[in-house]
């Protein structure tokens, strides 16, 4: 078995945090475990719980059609999220069940060494970009050691206003530029040991 495999059993039996209680299914996140690109969203919402994958109701639509897009599916990419149990009402999540649940996020991110981190939305986009705002920042990659962090509105957000859905579409179309960027880096360093080296 391995280690991302025993990994996702370890989220499976989790009650560290209180949205254990209300959960159908943990969603710990899926694709290839070596995956170049990794795309950590929010939390699951309604559809995500019952079925135990991320992604599948409407804004899981959309991202398959932005990755289309460019010309992948997501069986090319790994997508996840910050929070791997399904708040209820799909409120948002707090900070200590953020907490909770960081070192599997951690260790995902370990253990599949993705090239480029694409974080969907503000909360996935605090862990590399703190004190600022989604509006301010999305479109514009970030260099950190021999990664790239690349931050975008979450898709649920053109979901719910239109005006972003052309935003999220061109921020989507740079992928292909940055992931050639992040190919040519050497090996990904650990965030906390690697300096900031430069916005570009
Ligand atoms: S959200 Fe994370 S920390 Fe909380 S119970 Fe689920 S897997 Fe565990």
């Known amino acids: 078995m391995s280690e991302?495999?025993?990994?996702?059993?370890?989220?499976?039996?989790?009650?560290?945090?209180?949205l254990a209680k209300g959960r159908t299914h943990t969603v710990p996140g899926e694709g290839p475990e070596n995956a170049e690109i990794?795309?950590?969203?929010?939390?699951?919402?309604?559809?995500e719980d019952?079925?135990?994958r991320p992604f599948v109701g409407a804004a899981g639509k959309f991202l398959d059609e932005l990755l289309a897009s460019i010309g992948l599916t997501r069986e090319d990419v790994y997508i996840g999220n910050v929070i791997k149990c399904r708040p209820p009402g799909n409120r948002d999540p707090l900070a200590d069940e953020m907490a909770a649940c960081k070192p599997f996020l951690d260790k995902q991110i370990e253990l599949i060494q993705p090239k480029l981190i694409v974080t969907l939305g503000r909360f996935s986009m605090a862990r590399y970009f703190p004190n600022t705002k989604i509006t301010r920042i999305h479109g514009q990659p970030k260099r950190i050691g021999g990664r790239i962090y690349y931050p975008m509105f979450h898709p649920a957000a053109a979901l719910h206003?239109?005006?972003w859905r052309s935003v999220v579409q061109e921020d989507m179309l740079k992928i292909p530029q940055i992931l050639?960027?992040?190919?040519g880096l050497g090996e990904a360093e650990p965030l906390e040991q690697a300096a900031q080296l430069s916005l570009f």
């Open 161 to 163: 206003q239109p005006k």
């Open 180 to 183: 050639k960027e992040a190919e």
């Open 4 to 18: 991302l495999t025993e990994l996702y059993k370890e989220i499976a039996a989790c009650q560290r945090c209180e």
């Open 38 to 47: 990794m795309f950590i969203g929010e939390a699951p919402g309604f559809h």
């Open 50 to 52: 019952r079925q135990g």
